[in-house]
């Protein structure tokens, strides 16, 4: 068996790829910091009647999902011992730690008065679906910082440098780390299994939002088990968002994919999906709403692009012995899959969303793409920053040594 081992990669950061995304990047911080100078009506269409948009839609409920990966893996690797998986657990810890991170900055932004966002931490109020999942969003960002650390420690132990009069403070600063590697190693189990339970409170929690809503949402995805749906599409959701991360840094690097384990954890998929489709499609049968769908409109439409292009299709695909076997086939279902969540998300909290009392209808504006596509592109650009430095991605043992030497000159260079 080739054993691999997690080391900082050694390449560049800056390509003509990271240039095009910083440029996506500055632009959408530009717009952003005109909507915190001149208010949220100076870059984006939110009004009264249409509150939020894609801000919340896409960059937190989406987001959320997509960030499900870290909890997914590490209930897998770590909660159920398959030690197999041990080398994607890492990327899917990042992964899920920019998620969420993005996911709670998206949020201050979204808010009208954003400076204000501390408050759920001391305005404890039991009876609200958004204190939960703010509190929870909360504790596992917290959660994902401290599963980082022993990544921290483990590049910095032995090899605290620090320049000048600084220099005395390297034994004690190296100290402190094994100290906190020690401890952290004794505590881990406890923090990945909050990490779980949070994980699967917030993800359902965001679906009992949409019910309040009420008669404001359109039958097709107004439903009382909005908050399962929610939970089984964002386990759903967590495994190809893995696969699609790890066959997009392989190319990115230049490293061989890990085809066998991906091909592995797809197996999971396919039941997943399955299990998801009959959900969905058994509540719009109990409750009669598929007569929606004889309707020929942009609602039907985008339900049926939702389920057949973002479920049933990839479903197939993951049921082939061919597709599980092929990076690119693992890859296009695994697009799939999260294009399907991402249209589930935008449908629910955008779609679906119609206020009796709308003018006209909700559109989102410029500034409100750009940022969108800049928190993306920031994202890209932290996790090639990360893994270059930290060790993130698992490689060949003879590989190793001689990466690890040089990983800090790549960012320089």
């Given at each position: 068996?080739?054993?691999?081992?997690?080391?900082?990669?050694?390449?560049?950061?800056?390509?003509?790829?990271?240039?095009?995304?910083?440029?996506?990047?500055?632009?959408?911080?530009?717009?952003?910091?005109?909507?915190?100078?001149?208010?949220?009506?100076?870059?984006?269409?939110?009004?009264?009647?249409?509150?939020?948009?894609?801000?919340?839609?896409?960059?937190?409920?989406?987001?959320?999902?997509?960030a499900a990966g870290g909890f997914t893996t590490a209930a897998l690797g770590h909660i159920m011992h398959r030690d197999?998986?041990?080398?994607?657990?890492?990327?899917?810890?990042?992964?899920?730690?920019?998620?969420?991170?993005?996911?709670?900055?998206?949020?201050?932004?979204?808010?009208?008065?954003?400076?204000?966002?501390?408050?759920?931490?001391?305005?404890?109020?039991?009876?609200?679906?958004?204190?939960?999942?703010?509190?929870?969003?909360?504790?596992?960002?917290?959660?994902?910082?401290?599963?980082?650390?022993?990544?921290?420690?483990?590049?910095?132990?032995?090899?605290?440098?620090?320049?000048?009069?600084?220099?005395?403070?390297?034994?004690?600063?190296?100290?402190?780390?094994?100290?906190?590697?020690?401890?952290?190693?004794?505590?881990?189990?406890?923090?990945?299994?909050?990490?779980?339970?949070?994980?699967?409170?917030?993800?359902?929690?965001?679906?009992?939002?949409?019910?309040?809503?009420?008669?404001?949402?359109?039958?097709?995805?107004?439903?009382?088990?909005?908050?399962?749906?929610?939970?089984?599409?964002?386990?759903?959701?967590?495994?190809?968002?893995?696969?699609?991360?790890?066959?997009?840094?392989?190319?990115?690097?230049?490293?061989?994919?890990?085809?066998?384990?991906?091909?592995?954890?797809?197996?999971?998929?396919?039941?997943?999906?399955?299990?998801?489709?009959?959900?969905?499609?058994?509540?719009?049968?109990?409750?009669?709403?598929?007569?929606?769908?004889?309707?020929?409109?942009?609602?039907?439409?985008?339900?049926?692009?939702?389920?057949?292009?973002?479920?049933?299709?990839?479903?197939?695909?993951?049921?082939?012995?061919?597709?599980?076997?092929?990076?690119?086939?693992?890859?296009?279902?695994?697009?799939?899959?999260?294009?399907?969540?991402?249209?589930?998300?935008?449908?629910?909290?955008?779609?679906?969303?119609?206020?009796?009392?709308?003018?006209?209808?909700?559109?989102?504006?410029?500034?409100?793409?750009?940022?969108?596509?800049?928190?993306?592109?920031?994202?890209?650009?932290?996790?090639?920053?990360?893994?270059?430095?930290?060790?993130?991605?698992?490689?060949?043992?003879?590989?190793?040594?001689?990466?690890?030497?040089?990983?800090?000159?790549?960012?320089?260079?």
């Amino acid at each position: 068996m080739n054993h691999h081992k997690p080391t900082p990669i050694n390449k560049k950061f800056f390509t003509p790829g990271t240039i095009a995304l910083s440029l996506i990047a500055l632009t959408g911080i530009t717009f952003l910091m005109g909507r915190f100078l001149f208010g949220l009506g100076a870059v984006t269409n939110l009004n009264d009647q249409f509150p939020w948009g894609i801000w919340i839609g896409l960059d937190v409920a989406a987001g959320v999902a997509l960030a499900a990966g870290g909890f997914t893996t590490a209930a897998l690797g770590h909660i159920m011992h398959r030690d197999k998986y041990e080398t994607i657990i890492r990327p899917a810890l990042l992964t899920a730690m920019l998620g969420y991170t993005f996911v709670a900055l998206s949020v201050s932004v979204d808010i009208g008065r954003w400076y204000y966002i501390w408050h759920p931490l001391i305005m404890w109020n039991g009876n609200s679906a958004l204190f939960e999942v703010g509190i929870c969003v909360m504790l596992y960002v917290s959660v994902l910082y401290i599963e980082f650390l022993p990544i921290v420690t483990e590049r910095f132990m032995g090899k605290v440098n620090l320049p000048g009069i600084l220099s005395k403070l390297n034994g004690v600063i190296d100290k402190l780390l094994r100290a906190l590697d020690r401890g952290l190693d004794k505590t881990m189990f406890v923090f990945i299994i909050a990490g779980v339970v949070l994980s699967c409170l917030h993800q359902s929690s965001l679906g009992t939002l949409m019910i309040i809503a009420g008669p404001k949402m359109h039958p097709l995805w107004q439903t009382p088990i909005l908050p399962l749906l929610f939970l089984l599409s964002a386990i759903s959701v967590g495994f190809p968002m893995v696969i699609a991360e790890s066959l997009s840094a392989s190319r990115s690097f230049g490293l061989k994919p890990e085809t066998e384990v991906l091909s592995s954890l797809s197996r999971f998929i396919a039941p997943l999906l399955g299990i998801y489709l009959l959900g969905k499609l058994g509540d719009i049968v109990i409750r009669e709403t598929f007569v929606y769908l004889t309707e020929f409109n942009s609602i039907s439409i985008l339900f049926g692009i939702e389920i057949i292009v973002g479920v049933v299709v990839p479903l197939r695909m993951f049921l082939s012995a061919d597709v599980r076997k092929s990076p690119t086939g693992l890859f296009i279902a695994s697009m799939l899959v999260i294009f399907g969540v991402l249209m589930n998300r935008f449908n629910n909290f955008v779609t679906a969303y119609n206020p009796p009392y709308a003018i006209e209808a909700y559109f989102p504006s410029v500034g409100e793409i750009f940022v969108t596509l800049g928190f993306v592109a920031i994202e890209i650009l932290l996790y090639r920053l990360f893994v270059i430095i930290f060790p993130v991605i698992s490689i060949p043992v003879s590989k190793a040594y001689a990466n690890t030497k040089y990983a800090i000159r790549g960012v320089l260079k």
